[in-house]
């Protein structure tokens, strides 16, 4: 089974949409207006949807401090985590620097829309051992 596509509620599709084209190389499908955007990735074909449907969204909020609620992208090496990290602040992000969590080097920065992007190397994971009896 293939992961088809992500919807992420967004309080500025416009702006998110900006930083997805501008820093992770994902294109553009469908605009709606304000309100709703499908990207892609060429190289998997993963479909990012974002909305703001406020009607919808009512009192929805994301948590304002938390990086609980993210997205990630996968870079193959520590100077290329590096490389976007210092591209993002000198485009003005509040971003952290880079750090070494769980294995992977890595940092988190808040998108317009109000959640939450991972920027990291991969990490080496193992797959679960099955439950005691």
């Given at each position: 089974?293939?992961?088809?596509?992500?919807?992420?509620?967004?309080?500025?599709?416009?702006?998110?949409?900006?930083?997805?084209?501008?820093?992770?190389?994902?294109?553009?499908?469908?605009?709606?207006?304000?309100?709703?955007?499908?990207?892609?990735?060429?190289?998997?074909?993963?479909?990012?949807?974002?909305?703001?449907?406020?009607?919808?969204?009512?009192?929805?909020?994301?948590?304002?401090?938390?990086?609980?609620?993210?997205?990630?992208?996968?870079?193959?090496?520590r100077e290329k985590v590096d490389a976007?990290?210092?591209?993002?602040?000198?485009?003005?992000?509040?971003?952290?620097?880079?750090?070494?969590?769980?294995?992977?080097?890595?940092?988190?920065?808040?998108?317009?829309?109000?959640?939450?992007?991972?920027?990291?190397?991969?990490?080496?994971?193992?797959?679960?051992?099955?439950?005691?009896?």
């Amino acid at each position: 089974m293939k992961l088809n596509h992500i919807n992420l509620t967004s309080i500025d599709v416009p702006a998110d949409v900006s930083m997805f084209e501008t820093y992770f190389g994902l294109r553009t499908l469908v605009m709606r207006g304000r309100t709703l955007a499908v990207i892609h990735d060429d190289d998997d074909g993963m479909l990012l949807v974002l909305n703001d449907f406020a009607k919808k969204r009512g009192s929805f909020a994301y948590p304002e401090d938390s990086d609980v609620h993210h997205i990630g992208f996968i870079q193959d090496s520590r100077e290329k985590v590096d490389a976007l990290n210092a591209r993002l602040k000198a485009d003005g992000w509040d971003v952290p620097e880079p750090r070494d969590y769980h294995g992977a080097w890595t940092f988190y920065f808040k998108a317009k829309g109000g959640y939450f992007i991972e920027v990291a190397t991969r990490t080496q994971l193992r797959r679960a051992e099955p439950a005691a009896v």
